[in-house]
Protein backbone atom coordinates (compact mmCIF):
# COMPACT_ATOMS: atom_id res chain seq x y z
CA UNK A 1 0.00 0.00 0.00
CA UNK A 2 1.05 3.52 -0.43
CA UNK A 3 0.06 7.12 -0.25
CA UNK A 4 -3.53 7.72 2.01
CA UNK A 5 -6.24 5.21 1.90
CA UNK A 6 -9.13 5.84 3.00
CA UNK A 7 -11.56 3.04 4.07
CA UNK A 8 -14.67 2.56 3.19
CA UNK A 9 -15.07 3.85 -0.31
CA UNK A 10 -18.96 4.12 0.32
CA UNK A 11 -21.17 4.49 3.45
CA UNK A 12 -24.89 4.53 4.07
CA UNK A 13 -25.96 4.86 7.29
CA UNK A 14 -29.14 6.02 9.49
CA UNK A 15 -29.16 9.04 11.20
CA UNK A 16 -29.35 7.00 14.27
CA UNK A 17 -26.37 5.16 14.03
CA UNK A 18 -22.66 4.81 14.69
CA UNK A 19 -19.92 4.82 12.26
CA UNK A 20 -16.16 5.13 11.58
CA UNK A 21 -14.07 6.38 8.61
CA UNK A 22 -10.58 5.27 8.51
CA UNK A 23 -7.60 6.89 7.36
CA UNK A 24 -4.16 5.53 6.54
CA UNK A 25 -0.93 7.42 5.77
CA UNK A 26 1.82 5.17 4.39
CA UNK A 27 4.32 8.15 3.17
CA UNK A 28 5.98 8.76 6.80
CA UNK A 29 3.96 12.27 7.21
CA UNK A 30 3.40 13.35 10.51
CA UNK A 31 0.52 15.70 10.00
CA UNK A 32 -2.78 14.41 8.90
CA UNK A 33 -6.35 16.27 8.22
CA UNK A 34 -9.95 15.76 7.54
CA UNK A 35 -11.55 17.25 4.88
CA UNK A 36 -15.32 17.90 4.11
CA UNK A 37 -16.54 18.27 0.02
CA UNK A 38 -20.10 18.93 -0.33
CA UNK A 39 -22.22 19.38 -3.92
CA UNK A 40 -20.89 22.31 -5.56
CA UNK A 41 -19.05 23.98 -2.48
CA UNK A 42 -15.09 24.34 -2.14
CA UNK A 43 -13.32 21.93 0.11
CA UNK A 44 -14.17 22.47 4.17
CA UNK A 45 -11.32 21.69 6.56
CA UNK A 46 -12.65 19.90 9.44
CA UNK A 47 -9.43 18.99 11.31
CA UNK A 48 -5.67 18.72 11.67
CA UNK A 49 -3.89 16.89 13.96
CA UNK A 50 0.23 17.28 13.98
CA UNK A 51 2.12 14.54 15.55
CA UNK A 52 -1.37 12.79 16.96
CA UNK A 53 -1.94 16.36 18.70
CA UNK A 54 -5.05 18.44 17.34
CA UNK A 55 -3.97 21.76 16.34
CA UNK A 56 -7.10 22.69 14.60
CA UNK A 57 -10.84 22.11 14.94
CA UNK A 58 -12.79 24.21 12.29
CA UNK A 59 -16.20 24.53 14.19
CA UNK A 60 -16.96 21.15 13.42
CA UNK A 61 -20.72 19.71 15.26
CA UNK A 62 -19.39 17.29 17.86
CA UNK A 63 -21.48 14.65 16.10
CA UNK A 64 -18.17 14.52 14.34
CA UNK A 65 -15.22 13.09 16.33
CA UNK A 66 -11.81 12.48 15.11
CA UNK A 67 -9.32 10.31 16.80
CA UNK A 68 -5.42 10.27 15.56
CA UNK A 69 -3.76 6.99 17.38
CA UNK A 70 -0.79 7.71 16.09
CA UNK A 71 0.74 9.26 12.96
CA UNK A 72 0.07 6.95 10.00
CA UNK A 73 -3.85 6.41 11.11
CA UNK A 74 -6.70 8.92 11.56
CA UNK A 75 -10.72 8.00 12.24
CA UNK A 76 -13.50 10.25 11.91
CA UNK A 77 -16.53 8.76 14.10
CA UNK A 78 -19.78 9.61 12.85
CA UNK A 79 -22.86 9.86 15.27
CA UNK A 80 -26.25 11.19 14.78
CA UNK A 81 -25.80 12.59 11.57
CA UNK A 82 -28.36 14.69 9.30
CA UNK A 83 -28.60 14.34 5.83
CA UNK A 84 -26.98 17.33 4.88
CA UNK A 85 -24.08 15.92 6.65
CA UNK A 86 -23.95 13.74 3.06
CA UNK A 87 -20.64 14.23 1.60
CA UNK A 88 -17.64 12.93 0.16
CA UNK A 89 -14.86 13.04 3.21
CA UNK A 90 -11.39 13.29 2.01
CA UNK A 91 -8.42 12.23 4.62
CA UNK A 92 -4.86 14.29 3.70
CA UNK A 93 -1.10 13.98 4.97
CA UNK A 94 1.63 16.54 4.92
CA UNK A 95 4.86 16.26 6.16
CA UNK A 96 4.79 19.42 8.85
CA UNK A 97 2.52 22.51 7.63
CA UNK A 98 3.06 20.98 4.08
CA UNK A 99 6.28 22.58 2.57
CA UNK A 100 6.42 19.68 -0.09
CA UNK A 101 2.97 19.76 -0.38
CA UNK A 102 -0.31 17.67 0.77
CA UNK A 103 -1.22 13.98 -0.39
CA UNK A 104 -5.32 13.04 -0.28
CA UNK A 105 -6.79 9.66 -0.26
CA UNK A 106 -9.96 8.91 -2.45
CA UNK A 107 -12.67 9.97 0.02
CA UNK A 108 -15.40 8.19 1.50
CA UNK A 109 -18.70 8.97 -0.02
CA UNK A 110 -21.19 9.25 3.02
CA UNK A 111 -24.80 8.88 2.59
CA UNK A 112 -27.16 9.81 5.35
CA UNK A 113 -30.51 8.58 5.22
CA UNK B 1 -9.49 35.11 5.59
CA UNK B 2 -7.99 33.36 2.05
CA UNK B 3 -10.66 33.68 -0.61
CA UNK B 4 -9.42 31.85 -3.33
CA UNK B 5 -11.39 32.25 -6.99
CA UNK B 6 -11.31 29.85 -9.76
CA UNK B 7 -12.58 31.46 -13.39
CA UNK B 8 -13.90 29.38 -15.31
CA UNK B 9 -16.23 27.61 -13.59
CA UNK B 10 -16.50 25.17 -16.79
CA UNK B 11 -14.92 25.08 -19.71
CA UNK B 12 -15.42 22.60 -23.14
CA UNK B 13 -12.71 22.38 -25.64
CA UNK B 14 -12.30 20.32 -28.32
CA UNK B 15 -9.20 17.87 -28.29
CA UNK B 16 -5.52 19.12 -29.20
CA UNK B 17 -6.57 22.67 -27.90
CA UNK B 18 -4.56 23.85 -25.31
CA UNK B 19 -6.14 25.00 -21.87
CA UNK B 20 -5.89 28.07 -19.86
CA UNK B 21 -7.36 27.80 -16.13
CA UNK B 22 -7.28 31.08 -13.91
CA UNK B 23 -6.74 31.44 -10.01
CA UNK B 24 -6.63 33.60 -7.78
CA UNK B 25 -6.56 34.99 -4.24
CA UNK B 26 -7.09 37.85 -1.45
CA UNK B 27 -3.84 37.02 0.62
CA UNK B 28 -0.63 37.53 -0.93
CA UNK B 29 1.44 35.97 2.19
CA UNK B 30 1.41 32.78 0.79
CA UNK B 31 3.55 29.70 1.20
CA UNK B 32 2.94 27.46 -1.37
CA UNK B 33 -0.20 27.25 -3.85
CA UNK B 34 -0.93 23.29 -5.23
CA UNK B 35 -2.68 22.66 -8.07
CA UNK B 36 -4.65 19.02 -7.91
CA UNK B 37 -7.38 17.14 -10.33
CA UNK B 38 -10.19 15.67 -9.05
CA UNK B 39 -12.08 12.92 -11.51
CA UNK B 40 -15.94 12.42 -10.55
CA UNK B 41 -16.65 11.09 -6.97
CA UNK B 42 -12.39 10.29 -6.67
CA UNK B 43 -10.32 12.04 -4.82
CA UNK B 44 -7.16 14.58 -5.48
CA UNK B 45 -4.22 13.80 -7.52
CA UNK B 46 -2.10 16.24 -6.91
CA UNK B 47 -0.57 17.99 -10.39
CA UNK B 48 1.89 20.71 -9.56
CA UNK B 49 3.52 22.43 -6.58
CA UNK B 50 4.53 26.24 -6.85
CA UNK B 51 6.70 27.29 -3.88
CA UNK B 52 5.92 31.17 -2.79
CA UNK B 53 9.42 32.02 -4.29
CA UNK B 54 9.12 30.37 -7.34
CA UNK B 55 7.42 31.97 -10.58
CA UNK B 56 6.63 28.57 -12.44
CA UNK B 57 6.52 24.90 -11.69
CA UNK B 58 6.56 22.36 -15.27
CA UNK B 59 5.42 18.71 -15.49
CA UNK B 60 5.09 17.01 -18.68
CA UNK B 61 2.19 18.99 -20.66
CA UNK B 62 1.20 20.88 -17.43
CA UNK B 63 2.77 24.02 -16.66
CA UNK B 64 1.77 26.24 -13.66
CA UNK B 65 2.59 30.14 -13.18
CA UNK B 66 2.72 32.15 -9.79
CA UNK B 67 2.32 35.98 -9.83
CA UNK B 68 1.98 36.69 -5.94
CA UNK B 69 2.26 40.22 -5.64
CA UNK B 70 -0.87 39.91 -7.76
CA UNK B 71 -2.59 37.23 -6.23
CA UNK B 72 -3.12 34.94 -9.12
CA UNK B 73 -1.94 31.51 -10.76
CA UNK B 74 -2.33 29.88 -13.96
CA UNK B 75 -2.44 26.53 -15.10
CA UNK B 76 -1.63 25.99 -19.23
CA UNK B 77 -2.29 22.29 -19.85
CA UNK B 78 -0.93 21.64 -24.09
CA UNK B 79 -2.84 19.95 -26.43
CA UNK B 80 -5.64 18.99 -24.22
CA UNK B 81 -6.98 15.30 -24.39
CA UNK B 82 -10.17 13.57 -23.89
CA UNK B 83 -8.12 12.06 -20.52
CA UNK B 84 -7.58 15.76 -19.21
CA UNK B 85 -10.98 15.58 -18.63
CA UNK B 86 -11.89 16.41 -14.65
CA UNK B 87 -11.86 19.41 -12.50
CA UNK B 88 -8.91 21.31 -11.47
CA UNK B 89 -8.54 22.78 -7.69
CA UNK B 90 -6.47 25.06 -6.91
CA UNK B 91 -5.11 25.70 -3.09
CA UNK B 92 -3.56 27.71 -1.30
CA UNK B 93 -1.13 27.67 1.66
CA UNK B 94 -0.54 31.23 4.04
CA UNK B 95 2.84 30.75 5.86
CA UNK B 96 2.26 29.52 9.32
CA UNK B 97 -0.40 27.92 8.77
CA UNK B 98 -1.60 23.98 8.12
CA UNK B 99 -5.13 25.37 6.62
CA UNK B 100 -5.11 24.55 2.79
CA UNK B 101 -7.89 27.39 1.28
CA UNK B 102 -9.27 25.58 -2.14
CA UNK B 103 -11.07 27.18 -4.65
CA UNK B 104 -14.42 26.07 -6.35
CA UNK B 105 -12.78 24.61 -9.07
CA UNK B 106 -12.93 24.44 -12.87
CA UNK B 107 -14.47 21.42 -14.80
CA UNK B 108 -13.09 20.60 -17.89
CA UNK B 109 -14.42 18.72 -20.46
CA UNK B 110 -12.42 17.33 -23.44
CA UNK B 111 -14.50 16.59 -26.41
CA UNK B 112 -12.83 13.99 -28.75
Known amino acids: ETGVTQTPRHLVMGMTNKKSLKCEQH?????MYWYKQSAKKPLELMFV???????ENNSVPSRFSPECPNSSHLFLHLHTLQPEDSALYLC????????????FGSGTRLTVV | KQEVTQIPAALSVPEGENLVLNCSFT??????LQWFRQDPGKGLTSLLL?????REQTSGRLNASLDKSSGRSTLYIAASQPGDSATYLC???????????FGAGTTVTVRA
Open chain 1, 92 to 103: ASSQGQGADGYT
Open chain 1, 27 to 31: LGHNA
Open chain 2, 91 to 101: AVRLSNDYKLS
Open chain 1, 49 to 55: YSLEERV
Open chain 2, 27 to 32: DSAIYN
Open chain 2, 50 to 54: IQSSQ
